[in-house]
């Protein structure tokens, strides 16, 4: 592998795929330890989205936002893990105050607004 030259190529892609995961941690971080969401209600699971918007928003603009820092070696702390870390859970935070979610997993209820 190293005589063909696909260690280098290796390693670009486990960078890359670092960026992508600490988004996708820093979502699931925010979730367990800031925001306490723990006790699941699994009968209100079949009554909800499919999906968090603002997590996939977080995380695909977090992992746009790192991924052009780490194209352009524009760092905050040197490491590319770390600096998506660090833009995912700012931006999560405030992606839940612009579309709150509808599945309040601490109380295991569905919210009065959902049809």
């Known amino acids: 592998m190293a005589v063909a030259?696909?260690?280098?190529?290796?390693?670009?892609?486990?960078?890359?795929?670092g960026v992508i995961v600490s988004s996708i941690a820093g979502v699931y971080l925010i979730d367990y330890f800031l925001l306490k969401r723990t006790v699941f209600d699994l009968d209100s699971?079949?009554?909800?989205?499919?999906?968090?918007?603002?997590?996939?928003?977080?995380?695909?603009?977090?992992?746009?936002?790192?991924?052009?820092?780490?194209?352009?070696?524009?760092?905050?702390?040197g490491i590319a893990s770390i600096d998506a870390l660090l833009i995912t859970i700012p931006l999560y935070l405030l992606c839940l105050k612009i579309w709150p979610t509808c599945f309040e997993r601490?109380?295991?209820?569905?919210?009065?607004?959902?049809?």
């Open 5 to 17: 030259g696909l260690a280098d190529y290796f390693i670009i892609f486990l960078e890359w795929l």
């Open 106 to 115: 601490i109380e295991g209820r569905i919210c009065e607004n959902w049809n």
């Open 45 to 77: 699971l079949e009554r909800v989205e499919d999906y968090d918007k603002a997590a996939l928003v977080a995380w695909l603009t977090a992992t746009f936002l790192s991924g052009l820092a780490f194209w352009f070696e524009v760092s905050i702390i």
